[in-house]
């Protein structure tokens, strides 16, 4: 993982795509597509219609008229996300494979950014993924929550233990994918995909690497229900029962001195010092979300640099029990 190889030189790229019932949303993705910034090779877009109840193939086969890139393939039984998006990959022209989802909006240099880091011979790369802030305060809370995963896996990666990546801004080599196993490696989970596969990467000690270029960012759409975050955040942590024990140790501990020192506030009549241990980390959050919140695509006001970090603790500490007792679904 210290050095990207030589040997592989991009050549085409293949943008795969699993779509259930998203009629709503695809329109949105082909236009981001067709507005990339152009690019030395050719690509295809594989849109995997993973038994579709709306008007989706009907979207489908009226786009691939006016989009020549855009190939559809039909999977006529739901069998889940990792499957739809094996048979897209399956029926992929190129060596190189983009991931993204149908809700996404890539940035125009998205394509770019990839065939760049492409050509470096890394074997997975992944970018940032980040969410409009809204007034809705559900959705504030996932996109807080969203930055605050993003500093850790990007910190992770650049220490050389990388243990996820987001979903909607991902690529490998497709020789890579099939030498660990591809997504069938991933089957102990019905949710993170994109985690499990960093996973097996990072055990066949293969070359990971991030990338951070401008207009490479993809745009997604946070839950704005407070039953529907706490399903989809559940579905997530989920995932991180099955990550390597280092991972999980690590987090762990990151995690339960941060949910100390944000609750050591209440020991303060044993010790003041327990106040100050809670003040601290309180500046030390507001000091993080400003030197990189803009950076990571986030503007957050004041007052949300002060609250959002005790909400989000609690609900690290909410998905987390919760996802013991929530069934993952596509």
């Not at 038994?51 to 193939?57: G, L, V």
């Not at 029926?91 to 890539?106: G, L, N, W």
Request: charged share 20%; aromatic share 16%.
């Amino acid at each position: 993982m210290d050095q990207p190889s030589e040997s592989g030189i991009c050549t085409g790229i293949s943008i795969v795509i699993a779509a259930r019932n998203e009629a709503t949303n695809l329109p949105h993705l082909f236009e981001s597509i067709k507005n990339q910034i152009p690019i030395s090779v050719p690509f295809e877009l594989i849109v995997v219609n993973d038994a579709s109840e709306d008007s989706t193939r009907m979207l489908l086969e009226k786009s691939t008229l006016q989009f020549p890139w855009l190939k559809i393939v039909t999977q006529p039984y739901s069998l889940g996300k990792r499957i739809a998006l094996n048979k897209g990959i399956e029926e992929s022209r190129f060596s190189f494979i983009a991931i993204t989802d149908a809700d996404c909006r890539p940035g125009k240099g998205w394509l770019e950014a990839l065939l760049k880091n492409f050509n470096l011979g890394y074997d997975v790369i992944f970018g940032m993924a980040y969410s409009e802030i809204t007034s809705n305060y559900v959705s504030k809370i996932g996109s807080y929550e969203n930055f605050r995963g993003t500093l850790l896996l990007l910190v992770a990666a650049y220490l050389k233990i990388p243990y996820s990546a987001r979903a909607a801004n991902f690529g490998f080599r497709k020789d890579s994918f099939y030498s660990i196993g591809g997504y069938h490696a991933t089957n102990d989970s019905a949710s993170g995909d994109d985690d499990l596969l960093i996973r097996e990467a990072f055990k066949a000690k293969m070359n990971i690497h991030y990338f951070l270029e401008k207009d490479s960012f993809v745009l997604y759409f946070q839950k704005s229900r407070i039953t529907d975050y706490l399903k989809q955040k559940a579905r997530h942590t989920g995932s991180s029962h099955h990550y390597l024990f280092l991972h999980q140790f690590l987090l762990s501990y990151w995690h339960a001195m941060n949910i100390f020192a944000q609750w050591a506030i209440i020991f303060w009549p044993v010790s003041v010092w327990f106040a100050w241990l809670t003040l601290i980390k309180t500046l030390f959050d507001v000091v993080v979300t400003s030197l990189f919140g803009k950076k990571c695509g986030y503007k957050f006001r004041i007052i949300d640099k002060f609250v959002l970090p005790f909400i989000y603790e609690f609900f690290i500490e909410v998905n987390f029990i919760y996802s013991f007792f929530r069934k993952s679904k596509w």
